[in-house]
Structures are given as structure tokens and as C-alpha cells.
């Protein structure tokens, strides 16, 4: 029986995760016919904000005639300068220079060899993100295509292993560097071309300009003349140590498996099976499409992916826009974050200890309503900040503002459905009602790509770079939490029932639940989250347990959690048989176990989840408030809570629901590289949750 069920779930994931290669869609991925070589012209700090029809005439040429992305600049530290940039394209793993307080000023080789090179190995053991720099060269010489450098940067690029850069040549002067791309071409498959940094002294937007017109100029007379060249410009690094930014990204002259080249209808847009994103690409991204592009098949297991061609807006000002759209969300969600915990933590507190204060002066009637409504509210805004992204809130003129407001407008709405609907008959039926949106928001965004949790207050940061599909870690708490209180309820109505079978029924919906979000937050091509498999089998393990009248042990919690990690063990095995450039970060993980750099994943995680949690003594006391939060909620007899106690005796399954949550809680702050956020996030759900569910006892009401 046993055996059976992991087989049926096996099979699950491998059907709805894709573990197949991608279907083609609308995406195609750029593929070499044989007709020429391919360039990159990488430079640094050049944003869309910086490209106009008439102060960068060239560079709108691409965005018109070729297909466009905006990039994220992301490489070890918050800000890149060009040599990360470089190192990323000479390794396809994010990599970077040492910690400065400016960007280095990369030179030419000395004797053909890039100086301080040691110093970039060196980082890079440091960093834990194993980058094998020089694995370009290396994988297309393996391949019989020759790479060739042209400027200091280019030279960081096309370096071998040991630092070596022997094809390399210095950047001609301006009005020479055309001819001299399109001549280095002839004899290479690979170019890559250093244009600089915006940010250089005696360098522009406008010198960068001229510069990529001339490259375009010789290389359309090369066309002309049937010698056909696929040229990448791409902003590779911020180029500045104080701000980052997302940046500039276009192929012109690709060609598809199809045969269709960028810029062709259907083809206005950039991605990449590493972001799953229509516009978005990162900087790792590069290596594999150079590779691509130059008919180089496999090669190395890189962080980043082929680039794709995906159908976009008509027309250079619509392309143009969505990538504003896009920088606008990002600074928006950047300036947004670095209050919102503190503000949102706060309010909740202001409002429960004023809501306490008013109980004792005047009785709790009069505050019952008060804390009904107002945590219905508060409990709809951690869903809200998802939905805030079907909404064009980018596009006003004050975003800050317009976010918020959608955010506050979406609570307001479901709070409404929550207690006019006709689930309000049922004891706690409002609260289910919002768990259960929260929940069908969530697996529908993951179902379909992720959208709406890119750059929105509780979504993914895309400066980050941590995850641009699946389920974000902030995204898993809410969705777990929604989910336990949702079953608690439900379950507690089961169990209410005159039904014969109800404990069976009601142990039946908390398992097929759990399975089915295993199989929705797990699966490589839909969640892709390793550690939501293991957060929810143990956190849940509580409530099933106590669902179906069975006494909670160490060893039923030690079956759960073996089950749940060799589960995943074949998951991420499966992952790891599927071709290097089609697996996920789960087969890349798997890989990572086999060649022994596991070790160092897994270290450059566990300093994350310290540094998250030592950034401030705020920070350092947040875990022991939250101890005392779930203990309140768990005990609220202790702690004196009116109503909150009725409610667990009308619901019985509503106190074991948020002892599961305890455990998914604590169990997901260590497997979770976000630390102690996850907690944090679920809280500000289970908080006004509980609290409208006691402000609708009868107690409170009775004053």
C-alpha cells in the first residue's frame, strides 16, 4: 500500500512538474543555423531608463529590431561592478572582484596573462557560489570554436582556467571598433567585446552609443554581404558600488530553432528557463546563449540558461515600456521593504494592545466587532500584496502610492465577500473564506508562472535574483499558514457533522490537502521548492495525526520526516537525469551533492539565514516574539485572551491547526535560507486571524 502511494506520487510530480524538456509554446530558444559567428558587446551601468529614439538613437535600434530584457545585474554582493560582470561571463556562475569600496578599473594583460587573477580565485573560493571561471573558453575550445577578447573586460571573459588570455586585443579607437569586431568574427565563433562602464571617467551613455552603432553599421555590411552575425548587448553589472539597478539586455540578428530572428513578430521579448519571466534575464543567462548562439551543444552545468524568444508588445515604445514598468516595480518594492516589516509588525501590535486597553475600560462587547472586522482586514493585506499585481499600479505617477493603495483596495474587497457571503453562517466560515483565497491565489500564481509574486511587498525581489518562478519563501510560509488554519476550520466543521465515517473523512481531506501541495510546491517546473516538501510533511504531521485521533510520538514524527526526505531525494534525482541545460536548481543541487560542492550551498545558505537574523537587535529579538505569539495562541486561557478559548472548544480542530503551524513554522526557518522572515510572514496572517475569529465568539460579545 505504501509502495502503491509513493509510486501514484511519484508519478504526480512527474507529470505536472515537467520534468520532460519544456514544451516550445511561444518560446523558442535561440539556436545557431550555421551562418555566422556571434557577439557580445558588454558594457556596464546602462539602464532602459537611460535609451531614447533620440539621444541613443543605436541602442533604440535594438530595442525596435531585436528582441529585449531587462537584466538583473546580481552577483555575489548587493551592487556589481564590471569585473563581476565579466567573471559571470567567463564562468556562467555569479561570481565577483573582491569587496571594494569602488569598482576596480580592469586593465589589459600583462604578458597575456589578466592581472589579479589570483585575486578573482580566491574570491571566488571565498563566496561558496563555486564558479569555474574560464569554463567558457574552455567548454567552446572543447567544441572547436575559437573566442576572442577585444578590451580589458572581454579579456576577463575569454581567460582560461589558469588566467591566461592569449586571443585578446586592446579596443580600437573610436571609428575603427566596427572593423575591428566584424574582422575578429571571421576567425572566431565566440567575440566578446568590453564597450566600458557609463560610470568611467571620459565615458557616456552617448560615447556607448556611438560605440554600438559602429559595431551595428559593420556588422549590417557584413550581412549584406552574406556573412550573417547574431549580436548580444548586454549591460552586464550596476558598474557602481553605491545603487543597483536592473539593466539593458538585447539580441539582434539571433536566430531560432525555427529559423525566425529577434525582433521578428513573436520574437520582441527576452527569456530564460532560469527566470520563467516574459522581458527578464540575469547575467548567467549569457555564457549558455553565447554558447548556444555559436552551435556549442551541453557543455558545463551553468547557473543560467539558453536565452529565449518570447512574443511581446508591438513596436519599440511598447517593448520600451514594459521594461520601465518593470525598473519601476523593483525600485518601488526596494523602497517599500525597507519599512514595511517594522510599520506592518507595529500596526498589529497598536491595534491589539488598544483593542485590550478599550476591553478593560468599557468590556469586550464593545470592541468585538471592532476586532472582528479589523482582523478580517489585517488577515486579507498579506494576499492583497499578490493580487496588487494585476493591477497597472506601475504606470502612476506616484507607484509607492499606488501599490498601497491597491493593496489596501484588494483587503477591502475580500474583507467584504468575507462577511456578506453566505459562509458567514458557519462558525469561523469569513475566516475560511480568506484562507481559503489566500491559498487559491497562491497555487494559481504558481500554476501559471509565478506573476504576481515578482516584486510586490511580500513577493520576490528581482535585485535579489533568488528566485524568479515556483514559490518564494514568504510566499510558502503565507501559503502553509492560509492552508492549516483553512483545514482547522473545515475539519472542524467535518467533525461537528452526524456523519458516521467523519474522522476518516476528515483525515482523508487533510492528507489528499498536504499532497497535494507537496506536489504543486515541489514539483521542478511549478513550486520547485526544495525545502517545502520537509516544512510541510513535518509541520503538518501535527494536525493529520490529531485529525484522525492518533497520539502524536517521536517516532510517527521520525516516519513523516524520513518519508518526506527521500521523497525529495528522488525528486531532486529526477531533476539531475534530465539534460544540464533543462534541469532546476533541484537537479543542479543534486549535481552539486555528487561533485561535493554541496557543502558549500548549503554554508553560503546557512549565513544567510544569520545574516537575516543578526541585521539588527530588532531582528535578533523577533524569534522570541514570535515563541510568545504562538505560545499565546496556542494557551490563550494562560494569557487571559477572551474568546479565543471558546472558539478552540466550538472548533476543535482549530488548536491542533495552530500547533502544526508551530512546528511548519520552526521547521521552515531552518530548511528555508530566508530564516527567520518565514515565521515573521506567516504571523502576519495567524495574528488578525485569531483575533477576528475571537472577536466573533459569543463571549466577547456578551461583554
Given amino acids: 500500500m505504501i509502495r502503491r502511494l509513493l509510486t501514484t506520487l511519484l508519478a504526480l510530480l512527474l507529470a505536472v512538474g515537467g520534468f520532460a524538456a519544456p514544451a516550445s509554446g511561444t518560446d523558442r530558444t535561440p539556436a545557431r543555423t550555421g551562418e555566422g559567428p556571434v557577439i557580445l558587446l558588454g558594457f556596464a551601468g546602462l539602464t532602459f531608463e537611460d535609451v531614447h529614439p533620440d539621444r541613443t538613437p543605436h541602442l533604440w535600434r535594438l530595442v525596435s529590431e531585436g528582441a529585449v530584457g531587462t ?6 554582493r548587493d551592487t556589481s561592478c564590471a569585473a563581476d560582470g565579466w567573471l559571470g561571463v567567463a564562468s556562467g556562475r555569479r561570481a565577483a572582484d573582491e569587496p571594494r569600496p569602488t569598482c576596480r578599473v580592469l586593465a589589459d594583460p600583462i ?30 575550445e572543447d567544441a572547436g570554436v575559437a573566442v576572442r577578447g577585444i578590451g580589458p573586460g572581454a579579456a576577463v571573459g575569454t581567460a582560461a582556467p589558469d588566467g591566461r588570455a592569449e586571443d585578446w586585443e586592446p579596443l580600437a579607437p573610436a571609428g575603427e571598433r566596427g572593423a575591428q569586431v566584424v574582422d575578429a568574427a571571421e576567425d572566431a565563433g565566440i567575440v566578446l567585446v568590453d564597450l566600458g ?8 551613455v552617448t560615447d556607448l552609443d556611438a560605440a554600438v552603432g559602429e559595431v551595428l553599421t559593420a556588422v549590417d555590411a557584413a550581412g549584406a554581404e552574406g556573412r550573417h552575425t547574431s549580436l548580444v548587448a548586454a549591460s552586464l553589472a550596476d558598474g557602481r558600488t ?15 530553432a525555427s529559423g525566425a530572428s529577434a525582433g521578428e513578430p513573436g520574437a520582441e521579448l527576452l527569456t530564460s528557463p532560469s527566470t520563467r519571466q516574459p522581458g527578464l534575464v540575469q547575467v548567467s ?28 508588445p508591438d513596436g519599440a515604445g511598447g517593448k520600451h515600456q514594459l521594461m520601465l514598468d ?16 517594522a510599520a506592518w509588525g507595529g500596526l498589529l501590535l497598536v491595534g491589539l494592545v488598544l483593542c485590550t486597553v478599550m476591553a ?139 456523519w458516521r465515517h467523519r474522522r476518516w473523512v476528515t483525515t482523508t481531506v487533510v492528507i489528499a490537502a498536504v499532497l497535494a501541495s507537496c506536489g504543486l510546491l515541489a514539483a521542478p517546473g511549478l513550486g520547485t521548492k526544495f525545502g517545502s516538501v520537509p516544512t510541510l510533511v513535518l509541520g503538518s504531521a501535527v494536525f493529520a495525526l490529531a485529525a484522525a485521533g492518533i497520539r502524536l510520538s517521536w517516532k510517527r514524527l521520525l516516519v513523516f520526516g524520513g518519508g518526506a526526505a527521500a521523497l525529495m531525494l528522488a525528486v531532486l534525482f529526477l531533476d539531475w537525469l534530465r539534460p544540464a541545460e533543462a534541469r532546476t536548481h533541484f537537479g543542479r543541487f543534486f549535481d552539486s551533492i555528487l561533485t561535493g560542492e554541496a557543502g558549500a550551498v548549503l554554508m553560503r545558505k546557512i549565513g544567510m539565514n544569520v545574516d537575516i537574523l543578526t541585521q539588527s537587535w530588532m531582528t535578533l529579538l523577533l524569534p522570541l516574539l514570535i515563541a510568545v505569539v504562538l505560545w499565546a495562541a496556542i494557551s490563550p486561557a494562560r494569557f487571559r485572551i477572551p474568546g479565543l478559548a471558546e472558539q478552540y472548544r466550538r472548533l476543535p480542530l482549530l488548536r491542533p491547526a495552530v500547533i502544526s503551524l508551530a512546528v511548519l513554522l520552526a521547521v521552515g526557518t531552518f530548511i528555508n535560507d530566508s530564516g527567520v522572515v518565514v515565521p515573521a510572514v506567516g504571523m502576519l496572517f495567524l495574528v488578525p486571524a485569531l483575533a477576528s475569529c475571537a472577536g466573533s465568539s459569543e463571549e466577547m460579545r456578551r461583554g
Fill in 111 to 140: 604578458g597575456g596573462w589578466v592581472p589579479d587573477w589570483d585575486v578573482y580565485l580566491a574570491q571566488a573560493a571565498e563566496d561558496n557560489y563555486t564558479p569555474g571561471v574560464g569554463a567558457l573558453t574552455q567548454t567552446a
Fill in 197 to 204: 562602464s557609463v560610470y568611467a571617467p571620459g565615458n557616456s
Fill in 360 to 498: 478593560r475600560r468599557s468590556g469586550t462587547a464593545r470592541v468585538a466587532t471592532l476586532l472582528a472586522g479589523g482582523g478580517m482586514l489585517m488577515a486579507s493585506l498579506p494576499v492583497s500584496t499578490y493580487l496588487v499585481n494585476l493591477l497597472p499600479w506601475e504606470r502612476s505617477t506616484s507607484p509607492d502610492v499606488a501599490m498601497l493603495g491597491g493593496v489596501i483596495g484588494w483587503a477591502i474587497v475580500l474583507t467584504a465577500l468575507a462577511v456578506a457571503g453566505p459562509w458567514r453562517r458557519l462558525r469561523g466560515g469569513s475566516l475560511a473564506f480568506v484562507s481559503a483565497v489566500t491559498v487559491a491565489v497562491l497555487a494559481a500564481d504558481v500554476l501559471t508562472g509565478s506573476r504576481l509574486q515578482m516584486s510586490t511587498m511580500l513577493g520576490e525581489p528581482l535585485l535579489i535574483a533568488s528566485r524568479f518562478y515556483g514559490i518564494g519563501n514568504s510566499a510558502l510560509a503565507l501559503y502553509c499558514t492560509a492552508l492549516l488554519v483553512g483545514l482547522g476550520l473545515a475539519c472542524s466543521w467535518l467533525r461537528s457533522s452526524t
Fill in 71 to 76: 537584466m538583473t545585474p546580481r552577483s555575489v
Fill in 326 to 341: 518593470r525598473q519601476t516595480a523593483v525600485l518601488t518594492q526596494q523602497s517599500i521593504s525597507a519599512w514595511m516589516y
Fill in 285 to 312: 543567462d549569457l555564457t549558455p546563449t553565447l554558447l548556444s548562439l555559436a552551435g556549442v551543444q551541453g557543455g558545463s552545468n551553468f547557473a543560467g540558461a539558453p536565452m529565449q524568444f518570447q512574443d511581446g
Fill in 242 to 256: 553605491d545603487e543597483s539597478r536592473m539593466q539593458f539586455s538585447a539580441v539582434y540578428g539571433g536566430r531560432d
